[in-house]
């Protein structure tokens, strides 16, 4: 039921928001790996962010359509952190 659960998601995250019982089990049983690979997982390179904030006029604006590539950025030192509401 966990690796059915896991199929039906493209990310770890989207799994967790939208069946946590199921992600949790597989947490807690030390299953994550095998049944949501982290190949699974986008990965946001320094090029991939860049090419998202082009998407955007504004920083609210990112973060609203796509926080996890902002919060990327702000790890790679795209975007200074004190400009957040900007």
């Given at each position: ?9 493209k ?16 947490r ?28 955007y ?15 990327a ?14």
């Amino acid at each position: 039921m966990v690796r059915e659960s896991a199929k039906k998601r493209k990310s770890r995250m989207e799994w967790f928001k939208k069946d946590p019982d199921a992600y949790n089990a597989a947490r807690r049983h030390g299953w994550l790996d095998i049944v949501a690979p982290a190949s699974k997982r986008k990965r946001w390179t320094l090029e991939k962010c860049k090419e998202e904030a082009l998407k955007y006029k504004s920083l609210p604006e990112w973060r609203s359509k796509n926080p996890a590539s902002l919060q990327a950025a702000y790890r790679r030192g795209l975007v200074n952190k004190n400009n957040k509401n900007k």
